[in-house]
């Protein structure tokens, strides 16, 4: 029994037993408006989009949630984004027991950390780290946004969601159509952009950038992965824009004026990478742009953050290995430091995985929407690399989807939140060690 | 000076220098039929195709090349298929010069392999019983053509080029419509089958097994690479065919007679993985199936062979080191023996530039195909992977690409036969031995 308790094991139980009870709280009448029915199958959908923090929906939240279904919801977005792990040690905490050990492998599994001291003050760090930045976000949105709806409870009520929506880069909206009704407010947009950020760059990142400030040290070392992690992001974020630039100027951007541009690209670069909101409809945008945002949403955003995708880090990896492999050198230097082998090991088997799952799934959803003529190839692409990089951005199909490929884009947002590490580990029924060895053979490869 | 003339660069000089020669060959005008004029960028993107193995074509070759013209494809065919270092060692050893050190290294890169010993008698092998099979094909396809054509120098001439065309993997026709005219004859089939096969499991495997026959010993020991490599291709011919067929169960094939069923999806799932002839229009597929059919031409044939793709053993590496990941060890065992984590790196290294590449490639070819009207998201993905992994098989838009576009597809042809590992290592200066270390360092990764 204790050996099929693994920590991989139980942060999955943990994943599906919040979906569960969240579908279950979203099925209720009191979750909807006034003459609103929800079929089960859409509360789970609304769960799984939830408490993987995607943003994807078969019915329109706005229209269908009381505000009793809004707060559910938000609920399972701060469970599934803060993260299942960093909630259960609050608990324990708040229940005044001492974390043993087992329960530290927990945590760092979750959040995929190799350090194990001060691993509960850490976990307590960010917990009230990501509360206080969700405070502030929702009292300057809020606040803002007082000159937009008719009372104080309407402004901060919005204001709150979308700070929540934003930070946790859950993507849903009570707005009825995103971030749309502001894409001419480029202050909300700079909020909502920042949130994003401290949302996707990482926990342990914010943690150390606050220890920085704290200590005062002149030369703080930051971690190998705050720096791999940050570069990466802000590379492929700056990439991001230059390229939606690029594509769409002359289609999309014909005729706008250059901030208006400016801001679309930054704004689209900006969540891409897992966040979800949007402030135009995507489905505007040419096919090659949809190509290009399809590729930065399977990258997507930090590992040990709110975001998912292969992760910054495996992207990076795979680039230095690539460089240093065909340079001819069997090390991977960066920022000083060497990769270890098995973190290129391990990006390999999250790369290998996720282009087999997604290229599996693209291929079974056009299978069963054959006939279906409102689904395009690249809706499709779009849709499942949106799932599975827990990105929620959407051409508008998803609802026009059948139930099999309903069921697809689900396993797909689970898996793409918990990890494919964590997945992958989860199979494994103990830890094995080789008894017995056999003599290498080298095979031709390539 | 010799440090600029790695023998990775000396491989892909010859393969430039053999298109460019092939290129001006093709344009020649005694190549062509009377009335008939190629561009030169016609003659190039022949001449690529050819030199590649490939079969993609802009121009119709039975309506414009002569005799002659048809000759020198063949050569071209013969030379980039059979390879470019094979038949450099077969002069010189007509030359009777002894082979140094540094032509074999050379010729072990250029056929990936890791024993050195016995690589001329290797080599010479490979030669012969190439054009053993060649001459045996073109004399079983000729002679059966007999009935179809009107005169016996037609019949040979028709069935030689089929035979070479189906040994090498090139894909070319000079029917004017690939093996169509042969849709319903089994025995064409069952004979091409058999040389696609031949072609495309790997010039080592052939070497082990004639070896196998010649000595006679009850327990000879096939490589690694061997067992790897047949079980792997004959696995996902398998899985092709059947799928093929459930995909188009009740679709294309609705109202077929079971054995036309079962031919078109044995076919398929043969030429599929690089050969790229084909009996049927493949652009009447649904699309599901031409996604599937796109992975498997992704996935293509063995290394060291006449094929393309990742390769098979990559495909094999890739699933037995999740499988092994997922069940926590380290280690990858299989037919009793362990995979070096050497290999294990190089397919990492395959999987990941190659799907970069085609990722690009489809983002590019979409983009610069804006407003053509002609092309959708599906050909492009279908002639891309095409392409990528020197099928050949098309859905028949190849002709109606810009300029752009075709020099994509003939990098991707290029890049795809030489192989990912010896284009990476083209690059590299010189091996370079790390004369530093760095501390290594824990990232967190997907
Ligand atoms: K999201
Ligand atoms: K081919």
């Known amino acids: 029994m204790k050996n099929l308790l693994t920590p991989f094991r139980m942060i999955i139980i943990s994943y599906v037993l919040s979906i569960f009870l969240f579908s279950i709280l979203l099925w209720l009448p009191v979750s909807h408006k006034p003459g609103i029915d929800l079929t089960y199958m859409e509360a789970l959908f609304t769960s799984v989009s939830a408490v993987s923090v995607t943003g994807l929906t078969i019915v329109n939240v706005s229209e269908s949630l009381s505000v009793t279904g809004v707060i559910f919801l938000a609920l ?7 993260g299942i792990m960093t909630l259960g040690t609050l608990v324990w905490m708040l229940f005044g027991r001492k974390i043993n050990l087992s329960q530290r492998l927990l ?7 190799y350090q194990f001291s001060g691993m509960v003050k850490l976990m307590r760090g960010i917990m009230l780290l990501a509360l206080a930045i969700e405070f502030v976000g929702a009292l300057i949105l809020g606040t803002y946004y007082l000159q937009y709806f008719e009372t104080a409870g309407d402004a901060y009520y919005q204001g709150s969601f979308a700070a929540l929506s934003a930070f946790t880069n859950s993507g849903f909206d009570i707005t009825g159509q995103s971030l749309i009704p502001f894409a001419s407010d480029y202050y909300v947009q700079f909020i909502v952009i920042l949130l994003i950020f401290l949302g996707a760059i990482g926990f342990p990142v914010l ?3 606050r220890e920085y400030f704290i200590t005062k040290e002149r ?4 971690s190998l992965f705050t720096k791999v992690t940050v570069t990466t992001y802000f590379f492929i974020f700056i990439i991001g824009g230059i390229g939606i630039w690029l594509l769409e100027n002359g289609m999309y951007f014909d005729g706008l004026a250059w901030h208006q541009q400016l801001f679309y ?17 995507v489905s505007e945008f040419t096919l090659p742009t949809l190509l290009f945002m399809s590729s930065l949403m399977v990258i997507g955003a930090s590992p040990s953050s709110v975001g998912g995708g292969i992760r910054t880090t495996t992207v990076a990896v795979m ?6 492999f065909a340079l001819g050198k069997n090390d991977v230097k960066v920022f000083g430091r060497e990769i270890d082998p098995e973190d290129k090991q391990k990006a390999f088997m999250v790369i290998s995985f996720f282009i087999f799952g997604l290229f599996t799934a693209v291929t079974v959803i056009s299978a069963l929407e054959q006939g279906n003529q409102s689904v395009d190839l690249i809706d499709i692409i779009f849709e499942t690399s949106s799932a599975f990089g827990t990105c929620g951005l959407s051409t508008g199909v998803t609802a026009n989807l059948s139930t099999g490929s309903h069921f697809v884009l689900m396993a797909l947002m689970f898996i793409g939140r918990v990890g494919i590490i964590a997945f992958l580990f989860s199979v494994k029924r103990k830890d094995t060690e080789s008894h017995y060895r056999y003599p290498t053979e080298r095979i031709i490869i390539g």
Not at 107 to 113: A, G, H, L, P, Y
């Open 107 to 113: 945590i760092m599994v979750d959040q995929n950390q």
């Open 265 to 281: 690209s930054m704004f689209n670069s900006a969540t891409v990478r897992s966040a979800g909101l949007s402030t135009l409809d």
């Open 319 to 324: 680039f230095l290995s690539l460089k240093s």
């Open 76 to 82: 399972a977005m701060q469970v599934g984004g803060i």
């Open 219 to 222: 030369h703080y070392n930051f």
């Open 207 to 209: 943690m150390e950038v």
